[in-house]
Structures are given as structure tokens and as C-alpha cells.
């Protein structure tokens, strides 16, 4: 769909209204250039846009493609292609929408194919043409003013993705577990970012030469790669920093389950103690319930019925509870007490004194 389509002759747009592919193609032997916007555009519609502008087979087909990067490559006709990634913050979703711009750079016309709902060009476009005297600079003035707005754009995205990061930064060191799943969702936002912005410092670098851009754009250039520097360097950092809190949030996973296994530990060892005592006394009662004669007729007395039933439990429980006592305090064997030695006499600390 084409969004605009304007002429630009000596700093001005030369019309209003709208334009047929036909009319911007007749246009460019007119001077100046023509700026076609076109918004995910079909088949069919790229296809005219070929045939109307004479563009490369092989450049028609990678502005239809999605990329992960942003790359220029020159043809042979001398038109050039430049693929941009753009990048937007959603606050609702906390997630960064990514989008792309194909620019198709040629003296006498500049033809944008945007993909994406992150990337509208309608603010660098009207910038421009506030601009005469860098409008007058050719059709590379439009390629300053797209680049100047997908990096002006990035700052915003760089802040929220800082904030997002300083959260979950602030909730892993105060020794809360946070959800790794986020954790992984911004490393992967970041990097995704950092291909959008990292690779386009190369294509800003060939656009500092003189030999590539006019002498008045230089300086405009120049301010938008210092820009995109300093991106480069807080995404940089940024994945840095998550792969750190990564590893931070994995050793408080850690700690919280030996917690966990503490506690865990700490309740078999309760319950074993109490299966420990009632293991004899279960042992005791049930021998005595077993209802032999002997048994049944040689208690014949509440004495005696005292003596075998409470103390038959009593006992028992005496018995574990020295036995327990003596485990965790074991008394030396003879061994161990007969490898310790008594001091000679006449020495001092088992040193033999002469006189």
C-alpha cells in the first residue's frame, strides 16, 4: 500500500495530493527525486514497483523478506539498499515490537518498504521537509532523517528495557526468587535488539565516508552514529547484566531448595525417631497380645499385670534411650586409649630432659 509519494526539487515538495507509480516514475527525468512510502506491500504491488523504477530482481526479493540484521548492499545499475530494523516498546505486554525498512537509494528516487507496526516514517519525513537546506542535498538527506528516527526511537526502548531489568535485578539480589522465565524473555529481547542496532553501526560507518555522502551531511551523520554508539553500548551491558542475574537467580533457586531439603530432612528425622520408639513397644504389645495360656494364666494379679505390661513398655523405651545416648556420644575404645601414651618421667610435654 503506498502510504506517500512526493517530489523534491531544490529544498521543496512540488505537489500535493496523491501520486500513481506511473506519475513518480515520469517524474524522476524531471530532477530532483521522488520518496515512495509503501507499507507491507504484496506481490503484485512490489512487482510494479519493479518494473515502474527498474530495481534488481535480488533487492526487490530481500526487501520482502523479514531480516534479522541490518546490512546495504550496492547493485550494479547503482542503486542501493539499505535494510533497517526498527524497534518499539509495548507497555501493556512488556515486550519490544520489532519492524523493518527496506530502502531502495538511487540518485533521482528513494523508495521505502516498511514492515512492522514499529515503523512509521511519516515524523522523518515531515523533519525533512522543515529542512530545505538538507533537502537540497539530494536523496541521501532522506536516509539521514530515517536513520535519525529509528535511533531517536531506540533511546525509549533501551529505558524501558533498563527498568524491566532493574526489577528483576532488585528482586533476585534481595534474595527473592524471580521468575526465570522473564529472566530469559528479556536476555532474548536484548539480544534481539542488540543484532538491530549492533550491525547498523557499519552501514552508518560507510555513510561517514566522503566519497559517500555530501560534505553537508557529514556532521548530521556523524551525530547519528555517536548515537547509535552509545545504544550500542548500554545493550551491550544490559545482556551482560542479565546473564548475571541469570546466574544469580539459579544459585537463590539453589539456596531456597537445600532450604526446602533442610526442612524436609529435619521432618524424616522426626518421624524416624517416633517410628524408632514405637517400633519396640508395637513389638511388646503385640507379643502380649497374642493370648497364649502361660501368658493368660500367670497373671493373676494387678501386680503382675503392671509389672508385664508397664514395664514390659518401660523397659523397652530404657533400653533406646541408652542405646541413643550412647550413639552420640561414643565411649573410646581400648585401642584408642592405649595408642595415648603417659609422659616419661624426668621429660617436659614428652620431651626428655638430660642433666
Known amino acids: ?30 530532477g ?50 539499505i535494510i533497517l530494523r526498527t524497534a518499539r516498546y509495548d507497555d501493556e505486554r512488556e515486550e519490544i515490537d520489532t519492524g523493518e525498512i527496506s530502502i531502495f537509494l538511487a540518485e533521482h528516487f528513494v523508495i521505502t518498504v516498511r514492515q512492522g507496526i514499529a515503523s512509521e516514517l511519516h515524523g522523518a519525513r515531515g523533519r525533512l521537509e522543515r529542512r530545505p537546506e538538507l533537502l537540497r542535498t539530494g536523496s541521501v538527506s532522506t536516509l539521514w532523517a530515517i536513520l535519525d528516527q529509528v535511533v531517536d526511537a531506540y533511546a525509549p526502548v533501551l529505558a524501558e528495557l533498563e ?62 552514529h555517536d548515537h547509535l554508539l552509545l545504544v550500542n553500548e548500554e545493550v551491550s551491558a544490559q545482556r551482560d547484566l542479565l546473564a548475571t542475574v541469570l546466574e544469580a537467580n539459579i544459585a537463590v533457586i539453589s539456596v531456597e531448595q537445600n532450604k526446602i531439603n533442610l526442612r524436609q530432612s529435619a521432618t524424616m528425622e522426626r518421624l524416624t525417631i517416633i517410628a524408632t520408639v514405637f517400633l519396640p513397644l508395637s513389638f511388646v504389645v503385640g507379643f502380649f497380645g497374642q493370648n497364649f495360656e502361660w ?36 565411649t573410646p575404645s581400648l585401642s584408642e586409649v592405649s595408642n595415648v601414651a603417659p609422659a616419661p618421667s624426668g621429660s617436659l610435654h614428652g620431651v626428655r630432659t638430660h642433666r
Open 32 to 81: 530532483g527525486f521522488v520518496w515512495l512510502g509503501i507499507f507491507e506491500p504484496g506481490p503484485e504491488e512490489m512487482a510494479r514497483v519493479r518494473e515502474n523504477f527498474g530495481l534488481h530482481e535480488l533487492a526487490v526479493e530481500d526487501a520482502r523478506t523479514f531480516h534479522l540484521r541490518p546490512k546495504a548492499e550496492q547493485y550494479e545499475d547503482g542503486t542501493e539498499l
Open 295 to 330: 501368658l493368660v494364666g500367670h497373671i493373676s494379679s494387678f501386680t503382675a499385670f503392671l509389672a508385664l505390661s508397664v514395664g514390659g513398655l518401660l523397659l523397652p523405651c530404657l533400653m533406646l534411650y541408652v542405646w541413643l545416648r550412647r550413639r552420640r556420644h561414643p
Open 163 to 224: 527498568r524491566d531489568i532493574e526489577q528483576i535485578e532488585a528482586t533476585v539480589f534481595s534474595g527473592a526468587v524471580a521468575p526465570t522465565e522473564r529472566i530469559y524473555s528479556l536476555r532474548r529481547e536484548a539480544t534481539d535488539f542488540y543484532r538491530a542496532v549492533h550491525p547498523l553501526l557499519a552501514v552508518l560507518a560507510r555513510r561517514l565516508q566522503p566519497d559517500k555522502s555530501p560534505t553537508e551531511l557529514l556532521p548530521y551523520f556523524r551525530d547519528v
Open 1 to 30: 500500500m503506498i502510504v506517500d509519494c512526493a517530489h523534491y526539487r531544490d529544498g521543496r515538495r512540488q505537489h500535493e495530493g496523491a501520486m500513481s507509480l506511473e506519475q513518480a516514475a515520469a517524474r524522476c527525468t524531471q
